[in-house]
């Protein structure tokens, strides 16, 4: 939930269509610099609605394309867009989230982003992701 326009309370995914997810993968770094994975999804309210909807990182299918920095651009099932870049000879096994975002691609809202610090607050141990 986030206050609208008028003040009163209403579904974040009412405002913002969009859900970023941005992790850091363990393990080896090209350039002092670890390999990162963006997740696009949806944004859809759970079923509980006291939340947002899972989105989905389709592992099985990213394991089975080769291993290249890119865009992957995912339609069956849960739709996903992927970009992954800083990767090397293989995808890593651990991605930590590093950030949140909820984007409103229309341009009428401002984009809202969690960040690390945020993370640990709310989370208080880290969100990992096992491929």
């Given at each position: 939930m986030i206050k609208g326009t008028d003040g009163q309370k209403e579904f974040a995914c009412q405002q913002y269509s969009t859900v970023i997810?941005?992790?850091?993968?363990?393990g080896v770094a090209i350039a002092g610099e670890l390999p990162k994975m963006e997740v696009e999804g949806k944004c859809e309210i759970s079923s509980d609605i006291n939340s947002i909807a899972a989105v989905?990182?389709?592992?099985?299918?990213?394991i089975g394309e080769p291993?290249?920095?890119?865009?992957?651009?995912f339609?069956?099932?849960?739709?996903a867009k992927l970009k992954f870049s800083n990767v090397s000879d293989q995808w890593p096994k651990l991605w930590q989230l590093r950030s949140v975002k909820?984007?409103?691609p229309t341009g009428a809202h401002a984009e809202v982003a969690i960040q690390t610090p945020e993370l640990h607050e709310i989370l208080r141990k880290p969100f990992l992701v096992n491929f």
């Open positions: 997810l941005q992790f850091e993968g363990e989905w990182i389709p592992v099985s299918k990213i291993v290249a920095d890119g865009e992957f651009d339609r069956e099932g849960k739709p909820l984007i409103d």
